[in-house]
């Protein structure tokens, strides 16, 4: 049974490139040494590949390749911006405040929730999931060492107005962490462009493996204390052996991205007016959020809870929120805190494009919401 894939925002295939550039460094003919083995040939052939990836994500988003921290994935990257920079700075500014928003992904709410000698500020969005900045204006001071809001929410696409944020951090001497996973090779930005401080990255969102991220840290604005201790790799900020095969195909995916990002947006948008155009022609769906990446759609199908929806199509891969939260029955905190009621957060789908949707499988999705919300709505 074929299967059309809508749950990029989730994770995304790898692209047959990557792939290939990542077998080059697995098999014993291969770059498979230990990048801070110094002691042989192997080594540094894996160091080269390693510091390779890391000038090319840098270039990507417009940093220093010393900027550039390698992580798991977006999630300990946020960890360790959030706690790395509370405890590198609190003490040292007498800061200890926190602003984030109550929309943000769960690995920085739990990671906010969990942290000691912090006061933690959870501001809530407008209807159409943006952030008031006025009421950013209300509360930021000098009391305040970070703002943390992410670029693009991965479960609306809605993308927020981070140098404008981060303007306003700065002006009262604070610093700007984002989050910015849903957001490479889906919108034209660099880290000056956006004037954040921290950012962070994820390969999976963009046609790379899993289980590889990094951090941009900007050199000489903040300090990241070390969470994850064991050699002090990474200019001390992040210990581990690096995995040379997953970094080279980070860099690979974020490569692409750049290269064909411009054309990848404009194919998306196209696939994504066909949907929204047959969302309207059916009725009864509302788009939540200000329409922001073209990758991102989240709507809310009245009357019809969305597993049941989801169970009628089973050749349809949809999500009704992150992944991270999957699992649970509960509505989407990002709905919730947009204004939508319980009932209408369980009738929420996300829909999510990727380079690889054919015009066949959004011909699939169309035609199997059609019928499938029609005799859904017609039983009741």
Sequence with gaps: MMTAYFDNASTTPVDPRVIDKMRACLGADGTFGNPASTT???????????????STVAKTIGADPREIVWTSGATESDNLAIRGVLEAMSEATGRNKII??????????DTCAHLRGAEVIYLK??????????????????????????????ETGVVQPIAKIAKMAHDIGALLHSDLAQSVGKLDWTVDSLGI???????????????????????????????????HHERGMRSGTLPTHQIVGMAEAYRIAQTESAAEIDYLNRLRDRIESAIDELGGIRCNGARGVPH????????????????????IAVSTGSACNSATIEPS???????????????????????M????????????????????????
């Design 357 to 380: 949707t054919t015009d066949d499988e959004v011909s699939m999705l169309i035609h199997s919401l059609t019928k499938t919300v029609s005799q859904l709505r017609s039983a009741a």
């Design 296 to 315: 991102i759609l989240n709507i809310t199908v009245d009357g019809i809870d969305a597993e049941r929806l989801m169970a009628a199509m089973p050749t």
């Design 125 to 154: 969005p407008k209807a159409d999931g943006q952030l008031c900045l006025d009421s950013l204006a209300s509360l930021i001071d000098e009391t305040v060492l970070l703002v943390s809001v992410m670029l693009v929410n991965n």
């Design 40 to 54: 042989h040939g192997l080594g540094w052939m894996a160091s080269e590949e390693v510091e390779w990836a890391r």
């Design 333 to 355: 905190h990002v709905l919730q805190a947009m204004g939508l009621t319980r009932k209408q957060g369980l009738s929420s789908l996300r829909i999510s494009l990727g380079r």
């Design 197 to 231: 401080d921290l950012g962070s990255l994820s390969a999976h969102k963009a046609h790379g493996p899993k289980g590889i991220g990094a951090l941009y840290v900007r050199r000489g604005s903040c300090r990241v204390a070390e969470q994850q201790h064991g050699g």
């Design 100 to 109: 984030t928003m109550e929309t943000e992904h769960k690995a920085v709410l």
